[in-house]
Structures are given as C-alpha cells and as structure tokens.
C-alpha cells in the first residue's frame, strides 16, 4: 500500500493492492486511521484491489461515517460489493483519483 499526501485537495490517497480480506486487512486500516489523522479526509484508491469481503466492506464504511471517504477508481469488483449491498448510493463514488481531489461525484 501506498500513502501520497501530495494531495491538491490535502486529503491523503491510500491506494491498497491485491485480495482485501480478515486476513490482509491490517495494512490498510492502519493506513486509512494514519491518513484521517489530521487530514478532513482521505482518498482510497481502489484501482489496484481485486477482491474485497465483508470486513473490507465494514472498513469502508467505518471510515466513511467518520470522515469524508472518496474512494476513486473502484474496478469492477468492488463496485459489484457495493451495489449487492445498496451502499454504493451512499459511498462518494469518483472515477479517478484526479476526480476524488477536484470533489467531482461519478456520473
């Protein structure tokens, strides 16, 4: 995982890679309670994910609810979780990290 706080908008990206499941799950909720630390919020970027479960689904939504979640890029996996769950109308869904850092909602 990676962390760039490089940010135009000042939120730091965490963008996770591989499986996220109970298992792999650590890195990533540590990187995304580094990142809200001091920051309004924090951008996921999701492109490089190829499996999320449950316990990924609750760590996004934990953090959403107590920070300004945009995840961006989600590859179709993850935006098949959150439309089986009904979150994805809730989540602030972007089509691009450049996206997520302007504040523009995907289409």
């Known amino acids: 995982m990676s962390t760039n706080e490089g940010a135009p908008a000042s939120l730091p990206v965490v963008a996770p890679t591989g499986d996220l499941d109970a298992d792999t799950l650590g890195p990533l909720a540590a990187d995304l309670d580094a990142a809200t630390a001091g920051h309004p919020g924090v951008i996921l970027d999701a492109g490089g994910i190829t ?4 316990t990924f689904l609750r760590l ?3 953090t959403h ?6 995840i961006a890029a989600a590859p179709p996996v993850v935006t098949r979780l959150f439309e089986l769950i009904g979150v994805d109308s809730v ?16 289409p």
């Open 51 to 54: 499996f999320g479960d449950s």
């Open 60 to 62: 996004v939504l934990s």
């Open 65 to 70: 609810q107590r920070t300004d979640l945009r």
């Open 91 to 106: 989540l602030r869904l972007y089509p691009s990290v450049r996206a997520a850092q302007a504040g523009a909602p995907r």
